[in-house]
């Protein structure tokens, strides 16, 4: 800090910082080389273990061969065999240098893939496919064997039996916390734990126990544990045939065995001060929380981590005596700890006087003259002076360090001759002072420990109440002295975004969240299962930080609230930050392993056998959306009045499907909605005379003689699908294409674009049913004779005014770079070449991390209109990820960019122009395969460079002239039938009698 302070000193030696920093950095550099993509051999360079201890080598070692080398042997695998054999060559010479312990130690999957490595031919390992069988083992639980008292893997490779064997990296112990609480002066620890692979069906053979390990020399603590049963450990591993119902864990910890233990350290710690002629200091004990094992033959131990969100996160402490508190408490890595814990310094006032802040406490027992103070790691004068019962200390602060500085730092007292003593506080000495947009702020963290820091102003929840509509009601104080709107922004991990308009008098405000129906592209939806953080966005477009008053904390209602068939639940995370969790509720009666079974076993069968119904049941994108053809034909059915059920089967309450009355066509058909994975989901699928889907069905679904099942997919394919993959002719057979196959049994009728489609999707799915090639029923709208009432409409909801030119950016996505949220193109750049006359839409695909980018705006009610530097002006770049049906952004669409999405064959019957952005036109051939040369077939330019994408469309008018031959040539041959009656030809084809 900026005030003269010297930076304290740490206590461990510069040799032993020095070697781990070493291994981490190595590991480090070979990730980063990892995520960018980067060759085997420069991983493996990265990684050398020169000049590293055995120990160090070790570490190395291992954590290599388990990240970045497994990973991109992983990749390997699942390409061709001249790549999976460059890999093998490069790791076979690394392996001969790793000590055999480390590959011992390794997960079982990746241990038998090292020793294929190391012992088997190269040439045949490489075109053989047990490494690829390895690979598919990594990314799902191990079935696993007993064989006498110890448990095997069940993996399709030849080894040494001793290689199958499980062993402490595949027992690790999965945990979660549900709550953390005093009974009855006792603590008590609720949650489940359980090994994966190894189902808990009862309290037989089914031990668990809570150890608490406290420093060296301590006796551990054996908590009294009991299993308990807990339904939810089943349903949420999401575990095909495991059973975790009885892997829940009550374990209750007396204070009195922390505290003889305690007593115990302090007289030995005690006795060495006085033998150096210091004064005896109360020490802090702490135990870590450890979870011991033994499920039907195994034994395994693992930390206790995981609490849920909300309540358990911040556990209250337990006053044990004058001065002492047991507290639990999580690290950064979300393990339990229990602290006993001596109050050595406690905060007593706050006072801000001009440019110093000055922080006054006492020191309980202890007489101090002399000392410092320490905040965050710099050191501080303080002022000392004897009072009865301790000390009063005081520490000077300068406004202008703190605010340069802008870090949350703990205030920490060093009596002279005393070790540093954490200060504590409670809320009544918590202060927040404002300094015109910023704020000094001194509150408690989750262990009551004071914490200063400097920043913008932030919004403090004061109160949250729920309504009996399922709304929430959030209301606080901002003390920011721009009166300008505010936004409540929601924001999920994946990129969704919400913004609600704040309402403000002074520093007061509240808004008003409907989280069963959020506002999205002029329709309501709920929110998306997850947790939702809150923000407040606004005034020069920063963003500030939401938190709740602490006071609020123990009074807060972070109960479960049912709206409909979700459920939501306000809590407050990593102490003070709120989250909106949004979940489907599911009853009862359908989680664990017990109704998992009963549904997919006794119901579904039963189902089967009962008399069908003359319904159709609709599926779009696994329940996700309410769009494609899916909806296309739906909606001509309603325009025939057709009153037939129809059945939509909805994901995560993705959408609300319209019934007759909304979509204009007169009241009278009402559509059913079935939660996808629910009882009535399977008696749909089960009794249901028709069945349309664009995507694979449930793994649980098999078709009946009686039934039709229309598959339309979802596009004529650019890219490689199905069994053209390379990772699906390889020999043994991989999981996917034996699930490929029973689905494509299903199909009754296949829906294609073109006699091209036909040909690939029929040999691709190894299918030989009847296909129906009538166009794609969802293309219809884009040649429609209303189309131009269509796009006003969609325009409007997308906030576009009239007159400016659409540009859609909608690239697919990237197998081996699923995770990278980049968008390509430079929005700034593409702003200065096109215009204030443009609006870029940029379509993220839902395989791929949503985009993220400068200047990319998330629609709301409010943010597509801002204030610019001189007058009101429109975004320029909008993200449509989310917006529900793909359709509607093609038909407003001037302009396409795209890359080798199959977006091109419905673009392409609009006839407008197309750009290809191929960046990375090689490197996606080589890795996924195209169906078309685009080089020549391509109806547009194909470009490599962002400015150049740029460029051309700004060119675009003349540049279409160019491809006009092409164009039409190109839609001959890959849409000859989206003429607008597409959906005509498949109702008629599958609904109408005598057809």
Not at 125 to 138: P, Y
Not at 194 to 200: D, E, F, W
Not at 786 to 797: C, G, I, S, T
Not at 916 to 928: A, C, Q, T
């Amino acid at each position: 800090m900026a005030t003269g302070a010297t930076p304290a000193q740490a206590g461990d030696s510069v040799d032993s910082v020095d070697s781990v920093d070493k291994v981490a950095d190595r590991l480090r550099a070979a990730q980063d080389l990892y995520d960018k993509g980067e060759p085997l051999d420069a991983l493996i360079a990265a990684v050398t273990s020169h000049g590293l201890s055995r120990a160090e080598r070790r570490r190395l070692h291992a954590e290599a061969l388990n990240g970045p080398l497994a990973l991109r042997l992983e990749a390997a695998a699942k390409r061709d065999a001249t790549r999976l054999r460059q890999a093998i060559d490069l790791l076979r010479d690394y392996l001969s240098g790793v000590d055999p312990s480390v590959k011992r130690a390794l997960p079982v999957a990746r241990r038998l893939a090292y020793h294929l490595i190391e012992n088997r031919d190269p040439a045949a390992l490489a075109e053989g496919g047990e490494l690829a069988g390895l690979v598919a083992a990594t990314g799902e639980p191990v079935k696993r064997v007993r064989r006498g008292l110890r448990w095997y893997a069940d993996l399709p490779v030849e080894a040494p039996r001793s290689l199958f064997r499980l062993r402490g990296s595949d027992l690790v112990p999965v945990t979660e916390v549900s709550d953390v609480s005093w009974h009855d002066g006792r603590l008590r620890v609720t949650g489940h734990a359980y090994l994966v692979g190894l189902s808990v069906r009862s309290r037989r053979l089914n031990r668990a126990t809570v150890v608490l390990r406290g420093p060296r020399g301590l006796p551990p603590i054996a908590a009294r544990t009991r299993r308990v049963y807990r339904p939810e450990a089943t349903w949420g591993s999401a575990e095909p045939g495991c059973n975790y119902d009885w892997a829940g864990f009550v374990a209750e910890v007396r204070p009195w065995s922390l505290r003889w233990r305690a007593a115990i350290r302090a007289a030995y710690h005690g006795a060495r001060r006085l033998l150096r002629r210091r004064p005896l200091v109360p020490d802090t004990t702490t135990w870590r929380a450890d979870i011991v094992i033994w499920s039907r033959g195994a034994w395994a131990t693992g930390a206790v981590r995981g609490p849920v969100m909300g309540r358990t996160e911040r556990p209250a402490g337990l006053r044990v005596g004058p001065g002492w508190w047991v507290r639990p408490a999580w690290t950064s890595d979300r393990v339990l700890q229990i602290v006993l814990q001596p109050t050595r310094a406690e905060l007593t006032g706050v006072v801000h006087d001009g440019d110093q802040i000055e922080l006054r406490g006492f020191l309980p027992g202890t007489t101090a003259t002399k000392g410092r103070a320490r905040l965050g790691g710099h050191r501080i004068a303080a002022d000392f002076a004897p009072a009865e019962g301790g000390t009063n200390f005081s520490v000077p602060l300068a406004v202008a360090a703190l605010m340069k500085e802008r870090d949350a730092r703990r205030l920490w007292i060093e009596p002279k001759g005393d070790p540093a003593a954490p200060v504590m506080m409670d809320d009544d000495a918590e202060t927040r002072i404002g300094l015109d947009r910023s704020e000094v702020t001194v509150l408690r963290d989750r262990r009551d420990r004071a914490v200063v820091s400097a920043h913008r102003v932030w919004p403090v929840i004061t109160s949250a109440e729920w309504g009996e509509d399922g709304a929430l009601t959030l209301a606080g104080t901002y003390h920011d002295p721009d009166p300008g709107p505010r936004e409540l922004v929601l924001r999920q991990r994946a990129g969704l975004a919400y913004r609600v308009r704040l309402t403000r008098s002074g520093p007061e405000f509240s808004v008003r969240v409907a989280p069963g129906a959020m506002p999205r592209f002029g329709s309501a939806v709920a929110l998306a299962s997850g947790a939702w953080s809150l923000s407040v966005a606004g005034g020069k477009g920063t963003t500030a930080p939401l938190r709740v008053d602490h006071r609020l904390l123990d009074t807060l209602d972070e109960g479960v609230h049912i709206v409909g068939d979700r459920e939501y639940r306000l809590v407050a995370t990593r102490f003070d930050v709120p989250v909106i969790v949004a979940a489907e509720h599911v009853p009862g009666d359908e989680k664990g392993a017990v109704g998992l079974w009963s549904t997919r076993r006794v119901h579904y069968p039963a189902e089967r056998r009962r008399e069908l119904r003359d319904a159709t049941v609709y599926v779009s994108f696994d329940g996700r959306s309410y769009s494609d053809s899916a909806r296309a034909v739906y909606e001509e059915r309603l325009r025939r009045g057709d009153d037939r059920e129809h059945i939509w089967v909805v994901k995560d309450g993705a959408f609300v499907p319209p019934d007759s009355a909304a979509l204009g066509l007169g009241p009278g058909i009402t559509p059913t909605v079935v939660r996808e994975g629910s009882r009535e989901h399977y008696t749909a699928l089960a009794r249901s005379r028709h069945i349309m889907t664009n995507t694979l069905l449930p793994q649980w679904f098999r078709a009946r003689e009686d039934q039709l099942c229309v598959q339309t997919w979802h596009g004529s394919p650019l890219k490689q699908v199905g069994g053209d993959q390379r990772h699906m002719t390889r020999e043994p057979r991989p999981p996917a294409w034996y699930r490929q196959a029973a689905e494509v049994a299903n199909w009754d009728l296949l829906v294609t674009q073109s006699p091209w489609a036909s040909g690939i999707l029929r040999r691709a799915f190894g299918y030989g049913g009847e296909i129906l090639e009538s166009g794609y029923p969802r293309n219809d709208v884009l040649v429609s004779s209303d189309r131009a009432e269509l796009a006003a409409a969609v325009r409007r909801d997308l906030g576009i005014p009239a007159g400016k030119r659409v540009v859609l950016y909608a690239p697919t996505w990237r197998d081996h770079d699923r995770r990278n949220s980049s968008v390509r193109l430079d929005l700034a750049e593409a702003r200065r070449v096109l215009g204030r006359d443009h609006v870029l839409l940029v379509r993220g695909h839902t395989m791929q991390a949503a985009p993220a980018a400068v200047g990319l705006v998330v629609p709301g009610p409010d943010s597509l209109v801002r204030p610019g530097p001189m007058t009101r002006e429109y975004p320029f770049a909008i993200d449509v990820t989310t917006y529900p049906d793909m359709a509607d952004l093609l038909l407003i669409a001037d302009v396409l960019i795209t890359d080798y999405s199959s977006v091109i064959f419905d673009f392409a019957v609009t006839r407008r122009p197309i750009v290809f952005f191929g960046y990375d036109l090689e490197r996606y051939r080589n890795s996924r395969g195209l169906y078309l040369d685009l080089r020549t077939e391509a109806p547009g330019p194909l470009l490599a460079e962002a400015a150049d994408v740029i460029e051309a469309v700004r060119l675009i008018d003349a540049l279409a002239g160019d491809y006009t031959d092409r164009y039409e040539e190109f839609v001959r041959t890959y849409a000859p039938r989206d003429d607008g009656k597409a959906t005509a030809r498949l109702v008629d084809h599958v609904f109408t009698p005598g057809s």
